[in-house]
């Protein structure tokens, strides 16, 4: 399994994705100023990452042009660190650390390569295709808004698109949709548009990986992910904000390169660099990061506790579950 989990037992992955989520949200850096934060030194690349001992584990991080140390128990309280405390490989990159003389050793998080994290399925994924679409979505009762899915590209031509479920770039390394297209319910787009209009200013722009995902979609990747993993795909008995078409997967892009800009963790990463409080990284990827929740938080949308990049708009339960596929959305 190339994964996070290849290289620990699964309730190793669970006590770590545990002990970033139960550690509270981490100090936000200001975005107050126009540009972001420098790039660290080339030589900290590699020593920047996630170190662990017994129970323990830091990140080794770069914070206003310093090299810190800061515990997931308490990321409130990171402390500078010499950087020959961390020992690196001929590669530069760090195999361990040694903060008040204990040694932690290096651990991978996210994908060894590239920007592309990946599971092995469970089951053969034609297999799983099969049953999701003979499935039938759970039964809803109750006083739902008319959908009214809108492309996003539509709205604004200068909003750019990444849909991995439209390739293999994706954590099942399989194609779900037929095009790559991106569509949520009417107000949800229209605000996902003062965002990104919004961020002009700054020289950003969003960058769009999912919106609207049909149901059997998330069947597939539910019945597909193991259970250890199962906090990052959503529960089809009880539908997905995408399937509602009010969430919506997305960074940003620089607007002077047309290029994503970097954070701390990947795109549908299955690791605690997903959470939104992650502390570890460099203080540019970060600021990123909080650039982009607060120009989402501006305009009603909401980050999903355990993924950066996942925002659900907040009127996402008075959408019913779709099953529809992206050929039979009215146009």
Not at 147 to 167: C, F, W
Not at 187 to 198: D, F, G, T
Request: hydrophobic share 35%.
């Amino acid at each position: 399994m190339r994964s996070f989990c290849r290289s620990l037992r699964a309730r190793r992955c669970l006590a770590l994705l545990s002990s970033v989520a139960c550690a509270g949200p981490a100090p936000s850096p200001s975005t107050a100023a126009d540009t972001p934060p420098e790039a660290p030194p080339p030589a900290w690349a590699g020593l920047i990452g996630d170190y662990a001992s017994g129970g323990d584990t830091l990140s080794v991080r770069e914070e206003a042009g310093e090299l810190q140390a800061v515990f997931w128990r308490d990321s409130t309280n990171p402390s500078d660190l010499d950087q020959a405390a961390v020992e690196a490989a001929p590669d530069g990159k760090g195999i361990r650390v040694t903060v008040s003389g204990r040694a932690f050793e290096r651990i991978a998080l996210g994908p060894a390569e590239g920007n592309v994290f990946r599971i092995t399925p469970r089951r053969p994924v034609e297999e799983l295709r099969r049953e999701a679409q003979a499935a039938t979505p759970p039964q809803e009762s109750g006083d739902f808004l008319a959908t009214d899915l809108v492309e996003l590209v539509t709205l604004d031509s200068t909003i750019k698109q990444d849909i991995r479920y439209a390739s293999t770039d994706n954590f099942m390394s399989e194609v779900f949709y037929s095009s790559p297209r991106a569509f949520l319910q009417r107000p949800a787009a229209e605000a996902l548009v003062r965002a990104h209009r919004a961020l002009a200013a700054r020289g950003y722009g969003l960058l769009i990986h999912d919106g609207y995902r049909p149901w059997y979609v998330t069947r597939m990747f539910w019945d597909a992910t193991p259970d250890s993993l199962r906090m990052f795909v959503a529960d089809p008995t009880q539908g997905s904000r995408h399937n509602r078409g009010a969430a919506v997967d997305l960074t940003l892009y620089d607007r002077s390169t047309g290029q994503p800009v970097e954070m701390p963790g990947v795109y549908d990463e299955f690791s605690p660099r997903s959470f939104p409080h992650y502390p570890g990284g460099t203080s540019r990827q970060r600021w990123h990061r909080e650039l982009l929740r607060q120009a989402m938080e501006a305009e009603g949308f909401a980050v999903y506790p355990a993924e950066w990049w996942h925002f659900d708009y907040g009127e996402w339960r008075r959408y019913r579950i779709g099953n529809l596929t992206f050929e039979t959305i009215a146009r």
